[in-house]
């Protein structure tokens, strides 16, 4: 438990995120539950912004009994603009994140859609996995893939998702699909897949992160994510909402 908490807890976290589209402020907070003990908490605040523009800060931290174990903070924000098809487009990131054995900060912006690294502390000699940002056309940071992934979106366009990310160093995708009504609820069948950027024995030891993703009515013709449950590395993982 002790030595896994912070990779479980961005593992778990990664695979849950995913998609929909602005017009408002918002905000939610989430409970990270780890094998059926309250491990973190996820609390994010977003708006839109003149001209399809969007704004988000988020914050993802180990509480209870995991942070006096093992300390794990993660601090960002993105901006950046929605298409006309609903698709996001990041224009500036920033994080940064302290894993309890190092911290690091990361600065990134977008120009035609292609990310470049302004910051990335601690810096490390290059390794022969690591991929070019300039080939991540198109791809969205985390934070903005997280707060897609979990707004609210109207009736009938839940599970409606497929996005690129990259970190700074790390290529992963995240997808949505299958919706399944079960009464007012409607449930996602979804996946985060490690593509690139990884060590070799991040790739050998899993690439698939299977999800289960639970819409609910909020109202207004809205639907809610209220939950989100994958299996970790280290036991099931459910994101719940407060």
Known sequence: MKAGISRALCAGLMAAAVMAAPARAEQAQFDFVLKGITAGSLTW???????????????????????????????????????????????????????????????????????????????????????????????????????????DVKVGEECRVSVNMFDGRRASRLSLSAPKANGDKVTCAGEYRRVAGFSPEDMAEKTRFPFTLTYEPAGNGMMRVVEVATDTLYGKARLVRR
């Not at 708006?47 to 903070?73: F, I, S």
């Not at 901006?79 to 894993?99: F, L, M, N, V, W």
């Open 45 to 151: 605040s977003g708006e839109g912004l003149p001209g399809g523009g969007y704004a988000v800060a988020g914050r993802l931290q180990t509480t209870g009994l995991a942070a006096l174990l093992k300390k794990v903070r993660y601090d960002a924000k993105s901006r950046g603009r929605i298409t006309a098809k609903g698709s996001y487009q990041p224009q500036s990131y920033t994080e940064d994140a302290d894993t309890g054995r190092r911290q690091s900060q990361v600065v990134m912006t977008w120009a035609s859609g292609i990310p470049t690294i302004k910051t990335y502390n601690p810096p490390r000699t290059p390794r022969p996995y690591d991929i070019d940002p300039a080939a991540q056309k198109g791809s969205v940071d985390p934070l903005t893939a997280m707060f897609a992934t979990l707004r």
